[in-house]
């Protein structure tokens, strides 16, 4: 039997779980990461956003925990365009009534490849994200010459976590979930540090070109690609698995 087991924080793992069990498909619930907002006190001041301002939400986290403190801004400045990394934070974005345009790869590597962020000499552009992370699409858009500004409205938090919930599956074919290079990254170190690198032989779903290579960097067996990190991304990569051949 084939078993997804999903690593995302707990209320997408939860989402994602009422799909899963929907389609009859066995799965264990076992997130790796939380998100948490920054607390007031380490956010930096308030973005200001012009006319000729790019608004670029880097997942939909940055959505949930940014666009509170922004909507009215974007709701009253005319001209602004605003652009979201994937599917997932564009859907998000709209269900809170704004449009976004996405790129055909998402990730900072598909950003970069949008015209709308090709020549942006001397227009400010704002990314909305989560502590850390990728630097990439922040230096490149300020080596094109825009006035860049990184807006942190979250943060991931790494909870200790017990893999022994994965000792019942053991006759299962398992296929885990790593939607971002960190959540991977994470995975690799818990199953590592268990002495459950036999594991590495199962299937890791991943969504994008960057994230499928360093599964393979990191010892990864059969590392599958998804279209991007939605659910719908995560389920349609599972269903392929699952098709008789």
Known sequence: MTTAVLTRPLADCQRLSKLLQDQGI????LPIMEVTPLPDSQCSPLPTIRPDTIVIFVSANAVRWGLPQLKVALDQVDGCQVIAVGQKTRDTL??????????????????????????????DVLIVKGEGGRDLLGKELTAR???????????????????????????????????????????????????????????????????????????????????????????QALQSLRAPA
């Open 26 to 29: 066995s799965h264990l619930t």
């Open 94 to 123: 709209v269900s809170a009534g704004i449009e976004a345009q996405i790129p055909e790869r998402a990730d900072s590597e598909g950003l970069l490849q949008m015209p709308a962020l090709e020549a942006v000499e001397r227009n």
């Open 145 to 235: 010459g825009a006035r860049v500004v990184e807006w942190s409205c979250y943060r991931r938090v790494w909870p200790d976590v017990s893999l022994t919930a994965l000792d019942a599956f053991a006759h299962h074919a398992l296929v885990f979930q790593a939607s971002s290079g960190e959540v991977l990254s994470r995975l690799s170190e818990l199953l590592a540090g268990a002495g459950k690198r036999d594991l590495f032989q199962s299937t890791v779903i991943v969504p994008s070109e960057r994230v499928a290579a360093l599964a393979e960097r990191s010892g990864w067996r059969s590392v599958v690609r998804a279209d991007d990190a939605s659910d719908r991304g995560f389920l």
